[in-house]
T-cell receptor, first 117, second 115 residues
Framework: AQKVTQAQTEISVVEKEDVTLDCVYE???????LFWYKQPPSGELVFLIR??????QNEISGRYSWNFQKSTSSFNFTITASQVVDSAVYFC??????????????FGKGITLSVRP | EAGVTQSPTHLIKTRGQQVTLRCSPI?????VYWYQQALGLGLQFLLW???????NRGNFPPRFSGRQFPNYSSELNVNALELEDSALYLC??????????????FGPGTRLTVL
């Protein structure tokens, strides 16, 4: 069965530090998508990135970067030079192609990131 | 472009009552999803609607139900409320027909408290 593990539950850093949020997934599918979402205190989940299982290129978007490694079933997220506004809960999620599972996002438990000034 | 909207933002009910939550998708999106985020249980998939039909359902009892209207908005109904139904209910929408590659965009949620 599909599963997403975010082993870190809470991380606290000082502003301007770099921080990496880990995500490990399990799936029997060869075709799947991985996502990261940010949930600020307001509650709304904000989409950050989507990556398919055939594209292992790392991605950078401003201060955010993602490292996808199929060999270790990991999709880690790094924030460079963190800011107080980065404080939120971050979720990694998986969607699979197989019938019955498609359309359903399986989420990890989330990582609470606190960035102190 | 307006995002996914949900109403109400907060709701307080007592055990045994019934509740209806509402969701309007992003314009042009035809698929709507419902998730429950309960304390300690994380985000769990509830329901998926596309083109007015229920396409998939998570591991929830039948007292959780819903529907999708011709304008693609959706309602989630919960009957016979129990204390453990207290949670943030999130609605999401996607542009496609709900395939696994679709990106789901979420609304702000409805916070339900059952006393």
């Amino acid at each position: 069965a599909q599963k997403v593990t975010q082993a870190q539950t809470e991380i606290s850093v000082v502003e301007k530090e770099d921080v990496t949020l880990d995500c490990v997934y399990e799936t029997r599918d060869t075709t799947y998508y991985l996502f990261w979402y940010k949930q600020p205190p307001s509650g709304e989940l904000v989409f950050l990135i989507r990556r398919n299982s055939f594209d292992e290129q790392n991605e950078i978007s401003g201060r955010y970067s993602w490292n996808f490694q199929k060999s270790t079933s990991s999709f880690n997220f790094t924030i460079t030079a963190s800011q107080v506004v980065d404080s939120a809960v971050y979720f990694c999620a998986l969607s699979e192609a197989r019938t019955g599972a498609n359309s359903k996002l399986t989420f990890g438990k989330g990582i609470t990131l606190s960035v102190r000034p | 472009e307006a995002g996914v909207t949900q109403s109400p933002t907060h709701l307080i009910k007592t055990r045994g009552q019934q509740v209806t939550l509402r969701c309007s998708p992003i314009s042009g999106h035809t698929s709507v999803y419902w998730y429950q985020q309960a304390l300690g249980l994380g985000l769990q998939f509830l329901l998926w609607y596309d083109e007015g039909e229920e396409r998939n359902r998570g591991n929830f009892p039948p007292r959780f139900s819903g529907r999708q209207f011709p304008n693609y908005s959706s309602e989630l109904n919960v009957n016979a409320l129990e204390l453990e139904d207290s949670a943030l209910y999130l609605c999401a929408s996607s542009l496609g027909s709900g395939g696994f590659s679709d990106t789901q965009y979420f609304g702000p949620g409805t916070r339900l408290t059952v006393l």
